[in-house]
T-cell receptor
């Protein structure tokens, strides 16, 4: 049961344009969402996060939008740069019984930014 | 800040042997550390969660006797794959987080394990 879905396995954009990566989730208990960037054979690097009490969070070229009613979030990168080429993972977190949390990851979207 | 290292970055071992992977938080104290496994073209799957000084909590389907986790200090956790088999070959990644209100985890670079 895939609770976090990234339906586009890949995305290709031109340098300078906007990249929009999408993520859908099914568990309404998720209350914290994160985007990670990953290069091959490396661990994920934290990019940006958003709490469920917000609908937008911006950090430089990266903006995350959250639509709770649609259980959808997106990551916007503008302007896109060739160095942004990587796999982007969406992750969601929910508190479990006992207070621990668990990050559930999507399968990732490979972004290619062409010069 | 928030740097996590892993050692080794890759390891090849024979079937039946044990392999230990170290995870260190270099510039913060990780009250909680997590171990993930990633198979090709799949997402990261949480294997276990460990809090410093206490036993790890394993996810359903993960054998605790096979994947031994020790979180001896606020900066070090180890994962030992015991009696490794070829199906254990995977990319193992750890992460750490501090106590606090956010759930941001900081990941290590991963360890590629190949069991022959």
């Amino acid at each position: 049961d895939q609770q976090v879905k990234q339906n586009s396995p890949s995305l290709s954009v031109q340098e300078g344009r906007i990249s929009i990566l999408n993520c859908d989730y099914t568990n309404s208990m998720f209350d914290y969402f994160l985007w990670y960037k990953k290069y091959p054979a490396e661990g994920p690097t934290f990019l940006i996060s958003i709490s469920s009490i917000k609908d937008k969070n911006e950090d430089g070229r990266f903006t995350v939008f959250l639509n709770k009613s649609a259980k959808h979030l997106s990551l916007h990168i503008v302007p896109s740069q060739p160095g942004d080429s990587a796999v982007y993972f969406c992750a969601a977190s929910a508190r479990r019984q006992g207070g621990s949390e668990k990050l559930v990851f999507g399968k990732g979207t490979k972004l290619t930014v062409n010069p | 800040g928030a740097v996590v290292s892993q050692h080794p970055s890759w390891v090849i071992c024979k079937s039946g042997t044990s392999v230990k992977i170290e995870c260190r938080s270099l510039d913060f104290q990780a009250t909680t550390m997590f171990w993930y496994r990633q198979f090709p073209k799949q997402s990261l799957m949480l294997m276990a969660t460990s809090n410093e000084g206490s036993k790890a909590t394993y996810e359903q389907g993960v054998e605790k006797d096979k994947f031994l986790i020790n979180h001896a200090s606020l900066t070090l956790s180890t994962l030992t794959v015991t009696s490794a088999h070829p199906e254990d070959s995977s990319f193992y990644i750890c992460s750490g987080k501090t106590s606090g209100s956010t759930d941001t985890q900081y990941f290590g670079p991963g360890t590629r394990l190949t069991v022959l």
